[in-house]
């Protein structure tokens, strides 16, 4: 289903849209709590529209779209009127009587899955909500008893051979099971407990889910390659081993198998988070010519679990690794001069030809997008565009997901290809956002570079690293959040 409604700032339309959001959202399998909560704050969301969008006595569009595909049902509220600060965004709609919108962060629980800000700089501004149909988590599915997380005493399968391919819709469940015992309720893409929505990502192709089946046609192990990313790239996740089949070659066989299709999807790399709570996955990755391009602090709650474990001592860090499937053309990028040397590393790693070029003041409006997962507590600015108002927006934004979101961690990913990024990351850096790395080709303009603000600092010893190159690029990032939060 896809629909949109088109209408003028005119408050006489608002019965209209209600009319039609009401009329729309009846069609779903939705609960009447859920609907109530959606119709409350997109409706509210359109009057903030009309009155806020456009100055007093300008006349101009505001566009309401509603789509669903595969149980993800997205509502995007469109204006093309004035830009305005995210924080202030935020602010209008909490005073505009939302029922349960008064934080971001409640807002994401009481009525969606996912809620992000989409700016356009001069074309206006976006609210976009997510809302997953599929509702049932894998421990309540009927008839399906699945053993608590445990770590003790873990039988170990007969010596056997494993089948490698595609998952197949029925075994989705049986994915979901395995990452419920495995990791229980932590792991913070919740999208993985819910059967259903790893059958739909798979059916609308924005996941490609791999499996290791053993000889009694059990899921022993599962990996993705997912598209979060709008850059020619895929991620490698999703990753886990049932422990009684562990030791056995089994996660990189199937990454072996994503590998040879990726290359298949016009694809030009893949990258992949390798926790540092082990240096397992760090292996994997190294094995598989993976090269370390960023270190991600924080960007995991500390509450998620590994091999059962307790919670974590702090939140946890991962490295990124980039894995090329074509060969790398030559960059030119901005940035400041103090990190000329560990991104001059960084490109020689990957093989990929390098410039540095001056930096130039930004001009213009600006445009980005920030996503927050409540479940990692933590929110992703992308700057799209960089324009003069950027770093009072990134600020802003900063203090508002912060104080009133209580979000722990803010990443800022900024195009390297941008004249206007080395002045715009010096100015971020005295606000506390530290260097992180590389992104390769993370946006339809190529590489991103990501900063980072912590709320707390981390300590060192519990991030694990499998060698020298992983301890440099991790000291120097805690190093650079050190001095940027000692000039904030």
């Given at each position: 289903?896809?629909?949109?409604?088109?209408?003028?700032?005119?408050?006489?339309?608002?019965?209209?849209?209600?009319?039609?959001?009401?009329?729309?959202?009846?069609?779903?399998?939705?609960?009447?709590?859920?609907?109530?909560?959606?119709?409350?704050f997109?409706?509210?969301?359109?009057?903030?529209?009309?009155?806020?969008?456009?100055?007093?006595?300008?006349?101009?569009?505001?566009?309401?779209?509603?789509?669903?595909?595969?149980?993800?049902?997205?509502?995007?509220?469109?204006?093309?009127g004035?830009?305005?600060?995210?924080?202030?965004?935020?602010?209008e709609?909490?005073?505009?009587?939302?029922?349960?919108?008064?934080?971001?962060?409640?807002?994401?629980?009481?009525?969606?899955?996912?809620?992000h800000?989409?700016?356009?700089?001069?074309?206006?501004?976006?609210?976009?909500?997510?809302?997953?149909?599929?509702?049932?988590?894998?421990?309540?599915?009927?008839?399906?008893?699945?053993?608590?997380?445990?770590?003790?005493?873990?039988?170990?399968?007969?010596?056997?051979?494993?089948?490698?391919?595609?998952?197949?819709?029925?075994?989705?469940?049986?994915?979901?099971?395995?990452?419920?015992?495995?990791?229980?309720?932590?792991?913070?893409?919740?999208?993985?407990?819910?059967?259903?929505?790893?059958?739909?990502?798979?059916?609308?192709?924005?996941?490609?889910?791999?499996?290791?089946?053993?000889?009694?046609g059990?899921?022993?192990?599962?990996?993705?390659?997912?598209?979060?990313?709008?850059?020619?790239?895929?991620?490698?996740?999703?990753?886990?081993?049932d422990?009684?089949?562990?030791?056995?070659?089994?996660?990189?066989?199937?990454?072996?198998?994503?590998?040879?299709?990726?290359?298949?999807?016009?694809?030009?790399?893949?990258?992949?988070?390798?926790?540092?709570?082990?240096?397992?996955?760090?292996?994997?990755?190294?094995?598989?010519?993976g090269?370390?391009?960023?270190?991600?602090?924080?960007?995991?709650?500390?509450?998620?679990?590994?091999?059962?474990?307790?919670?974590?001592p702090?939140r946890?860090?991962c490295?990124?690794?980039?894995?090329?499937?074509?060969?790398?053309?030559?960059?030119?990028?901005?940035?400041?001069?103090?990190?000329?040397?560990?991104?001059?590393?960084?490109?020689?790693?990957?093989?990929?030809?390098?410039?540095?070029?001056?930096?130039?003041?930004?001009?213009?409006?600006?445009?980005l997008?920030?996503?927050?997962?409540?479940?990692?507590?933590?929110?992703?600015?992308?700057?799209?565009?960089?324009?003069?108002?950027?770093?009072?927006?990134?600020?802003?934004?900063?203090?508002?997901?912060?104080?009133?979101?209580?979000?722990?961690?803010?990443?800022?990913?900024l195009?390297?290809e941008?004249?206007?990024?080395?002045?715009?990351?010096?100015?971020?850096?005295?606000?506390?956002?530290?260097?992180?790395?590389i992104?390769?080709?993370?946006a339809?303009?190529?590489?991103?570079?990501?900063?980072?603000?912590?709320?707390?600092?981390?300590?060192?010893?519990?991030?694990?690293?499998?060698?020298?190159?992983?301890?440099?690029?991790?000291?120097?990032?805690?190093?650079?959040?050190?001095?940027?939060?000692?000039?904030?």
């Amino acid at each position: 289903m896809k629909l949109e409604l088109t209408f003028s700032n005119d408050r006489t339309h608002v019965p209209s849209v209600r009319g039609f959001l009401t009329a729309t959202l009846a069609q779903f399998p939705l609960d009447i709590l859920a609907v109530q909560n959606l119709e409350t704050f997109i409706e509210a969301t359109v009057e903030d529209a009309i009155s806020q969008a456009y100055a007093a006595g300008e006349e101009g569009l505001i566009r309401l779209k509603i789509e669903e595909q595969h149980g993800k049902l997205e509502i995007r509220v469109r204006d093309f009127g004035i830009p305005r600060d995210v924080h202030l965004l935020e602010s209008e709609l909490q005073h505009a009587g939302a029922t349960g919108a008064h934080r971001l962060g409640v807002l994401n629980v009481d009525v969606a899955d996912e809620l992000h800000w989409l700016t356009f700089g001069p074309e206006g501004k976006a609210l976009q909500v997510v809302k997953w149909l599929h509702q049932m988590h894998v421990r309540n599915l009927p008839n399906t008893a699945i053993p608590q997380p445990s770590a003790d005493n873990v039988p170990v399968a007969s010596e056997q051979q494993y089948t490698i391919r595609r998952m197949q819709p029925t075994e989705s469940e049986q994915v979901s099971q395995l990452m419920y015992r495995t990791y229980g309720n932590s792991y913070f893409n919740r999208d993985v407990y819910y059967p259903d929505r790893v059958t739909a990502q798979n059916e609308r192709g924005v996941v490609r889910s791999y499996v290791a089946i053993s000889e009694d046609g059990a899921v022993t192990g599962h990996y993705a390659l997912e598209r979060n990313q709008s850059g020619p790239v895929a991620e490698g996740g999703q990753a886990v081993i049932d422990p009684s089949h562990r030791g056995r070659g089994l996660l990189s066989r199937m990454k072996d198998l994503a590998v040879r299709e990726a290359k298949q999807l016009d694809l030009i790399g893949w990258y992949a988070d390798a926790v540092t709570v082990h240096t397992l996955t760090q292996k994997s990755n190294d094995a598989h010519g993976g090269k370390l391009t960023a270190v991600n602090l924080a960007i995991a709650p500390r509450k998620e679990a590994f091999d059962k474990t307790h919670e974590q001592p702090q939140r946890v860090t991962c490295l990124l690794y980039f894995h090329w499937l074509k060969s790398p053309a030559a960059r030119t990028v901005h940035v400041p001069a103090r990190h000329h040397v560990v991104m001059g590393e960084i490109y020689s790693r990957m093989k990929c030809p390098v410039e540095f070029a001056d930096s130039c003041p930004p001009s213009g409006q600006g445009a980005l997008t920030v996503k927050i997962n409540t479940g990692a507590v933590r929110a992703n600015i992308c700057i799209n565009t960089i324009g003069e108002d950027t770093v009072h927006v990134v600020r802003q934004a900063r203090r508002e997901l912060v104080e009133r979101t209580h979000i722990e961690a803010v990443f800022v990913d900024l195009p390297l290809e941008d004249p206007a990024t080395g002045i715009v990351t010096e100015q971020l850096e005295v606000d506390g956002f530290g260097f992180l790395g590389i992104l390769p080709l993370f946006a339809k303009r190529g590489d991103m570079l990501r900063l980072a603000y912590l709320v707390e600092p981390l300590e060192r010893e519990p991030i694990q690293t499998l060698d020298g190159v992983a301890g440099r690029m991790v000291n120097y990032a805690l190093q650079e959040q050190i001095r940027v939060r000692t000039a904030f």
